[in-house]
């Protein structure tokens, strides 16, 4: 339930009772009970028909291009004066120097300590990142960068960056061992799906 949520002023905002929540968690039980009844003598899939589900559904298992990358952000605020910003940007090639001097290797630190943004408390990480995802200014900036290489400053709407890029993934299939633990998985849940239909129809 929601923060300061009582279960009582749930039940009357959704216009339910107990007697209504405690009969649909009994039928859902009963499904659940039943499910497992009439599922339980299923197998696992064979690698072969995991192979046809991963060729038939080709287009489930494209990624796009990708990069992981962390960043240093010193913010600049739109209404501040040019002699602010060239001090900020300043600031930001000094970082950017000190980091280039140590190949990186205290990036985390650093940016815990100075960056404006929230990704701070993780080192700066910000993830995985798709085109699209950010800024654009940004995101030509990270997906031209060579892996582990620390960019020059670049100057997004937020403020100054310093980016370094962590990995990168050009678009493309993402292998069958990647993924093969997923299909096998609905490959199953279909099963017990197609296997319950008939109950609901008797």
Same mark, same amino acid.
């Given at each position: 339930?929601?923060?300061?949520?009582?279960?009582?002023?749930?039940? /009357?905002?959704?216009?339910?009772?107990?007697? *209504?929540?405690?009969?649909? @968690?009994?039928? &859902?039980?009963?499904?659940?009970? =039943?499910?497992?009844?009439?599922?339980?003598?299923?197998?696992?899939?064979?690698?072969?028909?995991?192979?046809?589900?991963?060729?038939? *559904? +080709?287009?489930?298992?494209?990624?796009?291009?990708?990069?992981?990358?962390?960043?240093? =952000? !010193?913010? @600049?605020k739109p209404d501040e004066?040019?002699? @602010? /910003?060239?001090?900020?940007?300043? %600031?930001?090639?000094? !970082?950017?120097?000190?980091?280039?001097?140590? %190949?990186?290797? *205290?990036?985390?630190?650093v940016a815990a300590k100075?960056?404006?943004?929230?990704? /701070?408390?993780?080192?700066?990480?910000?993830?995985?990142?798709?085109?699209?995802?950010?800024? %654009?200014?940004?995101? &030509?900036?990270? $997906?031209?960068?060579?892996?582990?290489?620390?960019?020059?400053?670049?100057?997004?709407? $937020?403020?100054?960056?310093? !980016?370094? @890029?962590?990995?990168?993934?050009?678009?493309?299939?993402?292998? !069958? +061992?990647?993924? *093969?633990?997923?299909? +096998?998985?609905? =490959?199953?849940?279909?099963?017990?799906?197609?296997s319950f239909i008939p109950? $609901?129809?008797?």
């Amino acid at each position: 339930l929601p923060p300061g949520t009582t279960f009582e002023g749930y039940l /009357k905002d959704m216009g339910l009772t107990k007697d *209504n929540v405690r009969h649909s @968690v009994r039928k &859902n039980l009963r499904i659940r009970k =039943l499910l497992e009844q009439k599922t339980s003598d299923l197998v696992a899939p064979s690698q072969k028909e995991i192979d046809t589900y991963y060729a038939e *559904n +080709s287009e489930k298992f494209q990624m796009p291009e990708n990069i992981e990358d962390r960043h240093i =952000l !010193i913010a @600049v605020k739109p209404d501040e004066e040019n002699g @602010v /910003k060239s001090e900020k940007l300043k %600031k930001a090639q000094e !970082i950017r120097k000190q980091l280039v001097d140590k %190949k990186g290797e *205290n990036f985390a630190a650093v940016a815990a300590k100075v960056s404006d943004c929230p990704s /701070k408390t993780k080192g700066g990480q910000l993830g995985v990142l798709y085109r699209g995802q950010t800024v %654009k200014s940004f995101e &030509n900036a990270a $997906f031209s960068q060579k892996v582990g290489e620390i960019g020059p400053v670049v100057e997004t709407s $937020f403020g100054y960056h310093i !980016i370094e @890029v962590l990995g990168h993934k050009e678009a493309g299939k993402i292998p !069958i +061992s990647d993924v *093969n633990k997923y299909i +096998s998985n609905t =490959l199953i849940s279909n099963t017990k799906i197609m296997s319950f239909i008939p109950f $609901f129809m008797c």
